[in-house]
């Protein structure tokens, strides 16, 4: 009984610990691709307006 309690807490820190892993990697990719979208519109000559009209 004990046993099997200890391999579900365990294998619900693995869970937990994947997640949280994911998450980072998300957060980083995320923010480096706002980096390079910054860097993109920094870098248009400053001739082009981005005017969006829907």
Do not use: C, H
């Not at 046993?3 to 579900?8: A, D, K, P, R």
């Not at 949280?20 to 980083?28: F, N, S």
């Not at 400053?46 to 829907?54: E, L």
């Amino acid at each position: 009984m004990v046993e099997s309690i200890m391999g579900m807490q365990m294998a619900q820190l693995q869970t937990n610990y994947s997640y949280g892993l994911m998450k980072r990697a998300m957060t980083d990719m995320e923010s480096q691709a706002m980096s390079l979208i910054n860097d993109m519109m920094s870098a248009a000559p400053a001739q082009y307006n981005f005017d969006v009209w829907a």
